[in-house]
């Protein structure tokens, strides 16, 4: 069995010294932490797979334009004029 | 630019830093954060006492450079387990006017340190949408904050 995790409070009403404590997730805090991971993935992998699509567009506009092919609209769009 | 509070996260780790009861006799906050995660994340969410968040950020990995733009909590990219051993993040986040009972302009900029291919910089700009200050702010992962990590809070004072 996993131990719950914690979170620092700082309570800045107090005294230095005075003003942290360590207190552990309730259920709701840790079913929010685990939906943000989720999304924290997904928006991830969505990060990735718009990278990796325009350096493919990019790839491929470069071959076209090396080899004197026509480009889409949409490999043009990746060029930097 | 005066201290308010450091805390350093101690052995093992945390989930979240939450500063309460953020003194309201300053005109800017700013959140200077050192922090790494204990999982493959590589990025914290930074949430408020209230509101809701629009944003754009502009990001580089080192090997390419994208944007993107969302409305949920505002991220921060920070250390990741993956990385180099020991190495974390480093993030700055600028919160203007955050006693005005008005939405709030923010701004974060974030890299993470990484001795391979890739190493995120990033630079947010965000619109917080609420009609209250800021009393309180949370520093929170989807993994654990690894001990080490360490988050530092000033305010900007008008004299």
Known sequence: MSETPVKVIVDLSQPKGQRESIVPLTAEEIAERD??????AQDEADRQAAADALQALKDSAKAKLIAGDPLTAEEADTLVI | MQLIETIEVGSGGAASIEFTSIPQDGVDLVVKFSGRSTNG????ACTFNSGSFSWI??????SSASSNSGTNSSYVYTGDSD?????FGNTEIYIANYTSATDKSISVDAVNENNATEAIQVIHAVKASMSQSITSLTLSGSANLAQ???ASLYKITAD
């Open chain 2, 41 to 44: 994340a590589n990025r914290i």
């Open chain 2, 83 to 87: 990385y180099t051993a020991n190495t």
């Open chain 2, 57 to 62: 950020y502009l990001l580089g990995t080192g």
């Open chain 2, 148 to 150: 080490y990590s360490t």
């Open chain 1, 35 to 40: 939906a943000m991971a989720a999304q924290a």
